[in-house]
């Protein structure tokens, strides 16, 4: 029987580390759905991203790598209202999983007392903060294409992310939560 | 250049009408993306789905369909707090998209008040309410299979969604739309 | 070991069918969570009394009926923002609990879904109705003292609550869902 | 001392009873500051017009009719996620103020057991649902212009409002209140 | 006539210090409302308990403290969406209270600009960070058993609360806040 | 042709650096519409004053300064769920505009990326953080009368803002954020 396994995260953008785990996780389960996680942030340094522009960053990045379209579903869910219910939130909006991948604490936790197995993601070195460290690097004009797939790096050129990533970072303190 | 079309519905359930827009947009655009909307809703009578219910019943059939899942990309957007911003949540959560088809006139006059280039589905028959029908139908244990693709007939089964459609009719008026 | 029960309603107003429940769950269970459901709801015309003056009534009556207060404990729950997450909504603001006793059928289907065992209310004559009627009967300045516990009634005076009822009546169709 | 009144209403669109009405409280108060409720709302059948297409029609009335702008405020302010808190809510977004004028019971009520003053609106004629007249008039391409002031008539003209009423008449039932 | 109290609080976890606030209310009161705020908040370092949990661990010790059940009622309330509009949600939940008592300075403010009558609570020491203090305990795996009641403890022990409070640290500072 | 300018604010409070941008902008456009935004947000230390109290303060303050009201709209706008649908968000709740000043980046940003003219406000020497100067003045006692006008300065002694501000700084960490 088939076994499908669900992986979250919010990719801002996706990279390298996320593209190792795709392809770790496909060798152990057959399906994969990939929750597009916090998918009504955007415009935050923390989360520069839209969901839409995650969800095409890695399309684009899969079908390069040559991951089957056949053995994923892309499925960007919002956050809940309160944390406990997010587990219940997810079930309601994807298809039914067998076991989850994730590396993120509170994640696992939910899962967990939800009564779901879950795996942690094997990444190499220190990927774990690799999402961070792209951001920090597209603001200091530091070269960062190294740490993602070629189409990710021209996807966010070509929507002119780093400038939107810069500009952000310019809002003062109180502004960068609220208007 | 690639064109890329937007499909709105609710797909509950997807019938053969829906089965039949799809290969008819495919047709005219590239790609497709397919929204499932009013994501959040379920378990009501006009709503008796669950998103992710909606996304493995489609994608059940438009897999044994034959139809090509590098063309189309399913997507599950909550309605919004508001008509006004719905456009504009509906754009945050997709890729970028050419054209709308819908039969739909409220989503019809959104997008076009929005600038979006529309496009009526042309359906056979009356097919517009066939989702109305499919559920009424299951409601007085009437013969429903011959609407929907085998596929979605036999997963409304296995999960007891006409059970589910039942009980929920038995909800007085007050507590159909809140308990 | 002790077992403790859910009942869930929305107890607009609470009445003789409900007290008559809670003394048939209090033979069967030790403890027993009584939810106040809908808590955010109120001035309107099916759900008229805020969550507080229900506390207030139910906590009344069942003082002035005896029932031991160390046994049942009152907790208002507000509508959780989509049905599927509801039920894991009231497990996380609720201690544990073993069994469920309610007669609303999207209640019952949604906690037998997530695996809780369900029992139905045995109600003497057509009382699942009751609180309707007692609104009804308010309206028309009938009778309704002989539906609730003297002590409801004398709250609902008290708080003019009946007076309310009639001017919320007179609120034209598309004002009664908002201002 | 100065004495500020409220006076609330939806304006879908705003008619000439309620310029009647602004200029009849205008003689009693000092100065009155025009909430338009539901602000959220736009695109619907009974809601057709946004909060902004409504603080236009009504600043050009009121500019035309030779109403002193330094007499009277504009406020817009979406429903409160409960009945209860509406008050406390419009307290929130508005200057202080001594009265209220309006004809809506719930408004009415709600209102007053918050402790404020509640004065009726005179209508002649059975203005209180001369909007649903206008919008069922717009709706069948019946002459409606006599029942507005004539600037509202050509902004909802310049704005395309007869064909978005009848668009939004299209809707079948169940998309009436969702996508 | 009898007063009624009402006493705000997290309660996270609820500790001697509460207890001992209890006992000298209901020295002064005659019924206690004791408010669970933030109902919907938990699985968050400053926040770790559910609501329901909260329920559990606050009954619990008050019936081995001997207080009275007759004399207290627990009601959990979620916060509300705007401050201004807090203390009308918390009327609106609660039976009628004369007096409050916390000792929270936004609590305290927004209760005495809507006219309520706010005492402090006498902490013995510096009891009122004893909350952040029993939390700061248990991550670091320090003894923290002799600021709570034994209830409490023994509570937070068999549902593994203190390794919920450790996993929730490791979370990142970006996903601490949402997923 | 007239030309509608913009200016969007959070004025907490509105000071001499926002009634220069006023007075600019009159120069360059013929009427103005001033959103205040994040307008739930009170009682917080970087948002002390509700809409309605900034609604007041701004009306007076423009009125001493000779501010033609013909000239002017104030409108108050709620923060949006997601940043990506503010600016719709805000389309729906004001008249029709033809460019928008501000110096926030993120405002600036969401604006531009949806087509928006965009201008800056020049304030002379540093005032762009004046607003949170001025909260700080409060705080610690100190004189803060010259950055205001002076019709602001009293408003707030008036309605006690000075003490709000103090007291709300005595939260702590955590309560900041919630109850």
Request: charge should be negative; hydrophobic fraction near 30%.
């Given at each position: 029987m088939l076994k499908r396994a669900l992986f979250v995260g919010r990719?801002?953008?996706?990279h390298n580390g996320h593209l190792h785990a795709v392809r770790a996780i496909l060798k152990e389960a057959d399906e994969l759905l990939i929750v597009v996680g916090s998918?009504?942030?955007?415009?935050?340094?923390?989360?520069?991203?839209?969901a839409g522009e995650r969800l095409e960053m890695i399309k684009c990045a899969l079908d390069a790598a040559g991951?089957?379209?056949?053995r994923y579903m892309l499925i960007p869910i919002p956050d809940a209202p309160a944390h406990r219910v997010w587990v219940s939130q997810v079930e309601s909006q994807?298809?039914?999983?067998?076991i989850v991948y994730t590396n993120q604490p509170l994640t696992r936790r939910l899962l967990i007392e939800a009564g779901y197995k879950v795996r942690g993601i094997e990444l190499?070195?220190?990927?774990?903060f690799e999402a961070t460290e792209i951001r920090r690097r597209i603001l200091m004009d530091?070269?960062?294409?190294?740490?993602?797939?070629p189409e990710v790096y021209q996807y966010v050129k070509k929507i002119d992310g780093d400038a939107r990533i810069r500009d952000l970072a310019k809002t003062d303190t109180v502004n960068k939560r609220r208007r």
């Open positions: 990719f801002q953008p996706f998918a009504q942030m955007s415009h935050e340094p923390d989360n520069p991203f839209t991951v089957d379209r056949n994807t298809p039914h999983f067998d190499h070195m220190r990927k774990q530091e070269e960062w294409g190294d740490l993602v797939p």
